[in-house]
């Protein structure tokens, strides 16, 4: 894509978040054996109780509806995001809990209902939408072929797996994800949330939220150098994984310490050739929100001069979820030079079937 053809694109948000109400809203997209298994079972939501839906953080009062919902309907997200904020393109991220199953079978036909339910529901009703692909991480197998089904549809533009699951997802039973997502141009996005089949801490259950929510970067950095360690990007050397939701400021130190003892013990990991600071700044993206950086000073501008690179961070909203003041999606403390970058340009070098088209 040329300057020019940039130009014309406006903001790119990276992560708005349509939810799925209940089971029912998938029972049309859900085969007939797996309907009757739903309803004979009464499985009414995968919904994880983790994240308090009624916390203020979890959307602004005038966001939800007359039940205190939000997140439900693509015209609340028309008006209060894509308008209001002036969007060409915003990825849908849906966390409706497939990952939580433990039947690989179930998990591959409720991925598969989700993932049309997207389709319908939310992409063909505006232009604007583009999907992530949530897979059964539970069987590889059902996770590429779902791939391979949805990369069909260009509106699809990145795969959907959760921080905390049942492996690091360097290891190598999960390569022919990578092989899939290089193939179509399909970024991986691990978002934060967890399975919930293991702790979340290294050191067991936490009792309470905060301790999860603080939880979660740990998670991210474990993420990181299994991708790097394992030899991910040496075998697919163009993939791009994008940290949604996983906070900024704690990259630049966990990276200096990931480089400091890849360079004392690299004889073990001797497919790593480069410095793992580079491997990140070639290969992953974070995206801005939560931004958990002070508002005011310079902390933000030498966070971004730490990481070395300007093409990191991605532009995104978090709508319906609430993490900042008001309207500034984009915090004031980001130097004004990189705003259009962090909005635009970023997320098209990052999103190849996004760059391959006009707004």
């Known amino acids: 894509m040329t300057g020019t053809e940039s130009q014309s694109w406006t903001a790119i948000d990276c992560d708005v978040h349509p939810r799925v109400p209940n089971m029912r809203a998938l029972h049309p997209y859900l085969d007939e054996y797996w309907r009757e298994q739903v309803i004979d079972r009464g499985i009414d939501t995968l919904e994880s109780i983790a994240y308090p839906p009624n916390a203020p953080i979890s959307a602004r009062p005038d966001w939800r509806d007359a039940k205190g919902e ?5 015209a609340q997200m028309q008006t ?3 308008d209001r904020w002036g969007t060409s393109a915003a990825i849908c991220n849906c966390l409706f809990g497939v990952q939580m199953v433990y039947n690989e079978d179930m998990a591959a036909a409720f991925a598969r209902a989700m993932n049309d339910w997207l389709a319908k529901e939310w992409l ?7 999907g992530s692909i949530v897979i059964p991480l539970q069987n590889v197998e059902y996770a590429v072929d779902e791939i391979e089904r949805c990369a069909k549809d260009k509106r699809f533009v990145q795969i959907l797996v959760l921080c905390m699951g049942e492996l690091p997802l360097g290891r190598r039973q999960y390569w022919p994800i990578y092989a899939a997502a290089e193939r179509h141009g399909l970024p991986l996005g691990i978002h934060a949330g967890s399975s919930y089949h293991h702790p ?3 050191l067991g259950w936490p009792n309470f939220y905060l301790e999860d929510y603080l939880s979660q970067s740990q998670g991210f950095q474990s993420q990181v150098a299994s991708l790097i360690c394992e030899g991910v990007f040496v075998k697919y050397p163009k993939l ?5 939701e996983s906070g900024v400021t704690w990259a630049p130190g966990f990276l200096w310490r990931l480089a400091k003892f890849w360079r004392g013990v690299r004889f073990e990991v001797p497919w790593v050739k480069v410095s793992p600071l580079e491997t990140f700044r070639e290969n992953f993206r974070l995206t801005i929100q939560p931004l958990d950086a002070p508002e005011t000073g310079d902390t933000i501008a ?15 909203s978090d709508y319906p979820h609430w993490q900042f003041d008001g309207d500034a999606v984009i915090s004031p403390a980001i130097p004004d030079r990189l705003r259009r970058k962090i909005q635009v340009d970023n997320p098209l070098a990052t999103y190849s079937r996004l760059s391959e088209e006009a707004p």
């Open 200 to 202: 979340v801490t290294s």
């Open 302 to 316: 030498r966070v971004i001069d730490h990481l070395r690179s300007d093409d990191i961070l991605l532009y995104s």
């Open 240 to 244: 791009k994984v994008v940290l949604i």
């Open 124 to 130: 063909d009703r505006d232009p604007r939408l583009r």
């Open 70 to 74: 939000a997140g439900l309907d693509i």
């Open 80 to 82: 209060h995001a894509l």
